[in-house]
């Protein structure tokens, strides 16, 4: 399978798009750090060929809705198939750390248990992980959240790299 030494860059996140504002966003070198993903997800990185790096980031909505992107840059692109296949079987647990919003962003902080949707996308070498939580916290209506959260991903995965 084909092989990369480079992680994706930041700015595959744009500051605007679709109607989406991004809030904040960071790089981490460490794709396994408790932090960074959950216990599943770091297993399946360890067990893989490996991961480059992870970048992250809080993009918000004109309703103040919450979306978190993970963005994970594999080393061999054949280790995406399995990782997705086995997260996709769980999408009620969260995979990547949320990304607190900054004071000064104008949304609410939410519980850590809110409710929340999840979704995944791939394309090269990389794997998109994007939850979104509504701006009250609700558990309701989480099909219309889920478009919400695919728009978004299905904006932001093709600005990554092949």
Known sequence: MAVTKVAVPLSVFPARVQGYTRVSAEARASCTSTDTVAATLAGLITQSQGCLGVELALYKDADGNQYNLGLLTLKD????????????????SRQVAIHLAPKDSGLRPLP?????????????HSMLVGSAQWSDGRGSDL????????????AVITNVPA
């Not at 099909?143 to 299905?154: H, I, M, P």
């Open 143 to 154: 099909d219309q959240l889920s478009k919400l959260l695919a728009r978004l991903t299905n």
């Open 77 to 92: 692109q054949g280790d995406l198939a399995h990782v997705m296949t086995v997260l996709g079987s769980h999408p009620e």
């Open 112 to 124: 850590l248990d809110s409710p929340f949707v999840q979704g995944f996308s791939a394309y090269g």
